[in-house]
């Protein structure tokens, strides 16, 4: 039991899989890993920023000014997430924009 807490601590290992199961992106660089699950992550942020418009405008959602509410964001994301999911974030970010910039050129 203390092995598999230490490969979930150390790896960042699944914890509702095997230790010792491999998938294929197991042997990726982290930055490659992280880009494959920003990229599978964008159709579900699309499909929540359809169903709840607000979530584009902070200003918008905000009863205070724009910078506030980014403020406030920022600190929760830095205070609850952990690197890799602030990496996994700008990165769906980066592609949202990219596909904004397209849809735009069109």
């Given at each position: 039991m203390r092995q598999e807490l230490a490969e979930i601590l150390d790896n960042r290992a699944a914890i509702d899989l095997p230790v010792d199961l491999k998938t294929p992106a197991d042997g990726l660089p982290e930055a490659q890993r992280s880009f494959l699950v920003a990229e599978r992550l964008v159709p579900v942020v699309r499909q929540q920023q359809q169903?709840?418009?607000?979530l584009r405008d902070l200003?918008?959602?905000s009863r205070?000014?724009?910078a506030v509410a980014q403020s406030v964001l920022a600190h929760?994301?830095?205070?609850?997430?952990?690197e890799a999911?602030?990496?996994v974030l700008?990165?769906?970010h980066a592609l949202?924009?990219?596909?904004?910039?397209?849809?735009?050129?069109?």
């Open positions: 169903d709840h418009p607000i200003e918008a959602s205070r000014e724009g929760a994301l830095v205070e609850f997430c952990n999911h602030i990496d700008q990165r769906v949202l924009a990219e596909d904004d910039a397209e849809e735009c050129r069109r």
